[in-house]
């Protein structure tokens, strides 16, 4: 069996990125990889998905106030959680042809032939009218959300990632310029002209 292919992609918070590699993936055929990692390391590390939901986003609030040493306990089981999601990527990767969104998985993954690591992007303004207008959220909370995640996932990378998102990246779009289909149309075409992605 040929050696699958793999399409990575992370995203700065409301740009997008992953209604983008939904569409995507559907416009490939392949497999579409986000929440269920979630579930399979709930699933590995025998504990309920809220828990590791929990440890993920406490960390994240850790890594955005800098306090490890006060949060020693769920940086251990942060750890654990990137150990055990390293390998579901690594195995869902040797299995089929997918997309994995975030996870560090453009790290994961960089050592793998047939692979495209994309990032997602778009101006502030842009993600503040999608928070508000497509996510329904209050002005406030989301201007406090995109600074906060966006932090939050810039520091998940330097730690596990081992650099920024754009360390390993290949491809660089703006969601806000091309739309939602137009962006997942772009990426269909480089994936489909780089990796060995079946004719239509």
């Known amino acids: 069996m040929a050696q699958p292919y793999v399409i990575t992609l992370s995203r700065d918070f409301a740009s997008m990125g992953r209604t983008i590699a939904q569409l995507l993936s559907q416009r490939l055929g392949c497999a579409f990889y986000d929440r269920d990692i979630v579930e399979q390391t709930a699933r590995r590390m025998g504990l309920p998905v809220s828990v590791i939901s929990d440890t993920e986003e406490a960390a994240h609030n850790l890594f955005y106030k800098r306090i490890y040493p006060l949060g020693m306990g769920v940086r251990s089981m942060q750890d654990e959680i990137f150990q055990v999601q390293k390998n579901i990527i690594r195995d869902l990767a040797a299995k089929e042809n997918c997309i994995v969104v975030g996870r560090c998985a453009d790290y994961v993954l960089k050592d793998l032939p047939h692979v495209l690591h994309v990032h997602i992007f778009a101006p502030e303004e842009q993600r ?73």
């Open 128 to 200: 503040f009218k999608n928070c508000v207008q497509k996510l329904e959220m209050e002005p406030e909370a989301a201007r406090r959300t995109i600074a906060r995640v966006d932090r939050a996932r810039e520091l998940y990378h330097q730690l596990y990632g081992g650099g920024d998102v754009f360390t390993n990246c290949h491809v660089m779009l703006n969601s806000s310029q091309f739309g939602v289909e137009g962006t997942a149309r772009i990426l269909e075409g480089i994936a489909r002209d780089t990796l060995p992605v079946s004719k239509p």
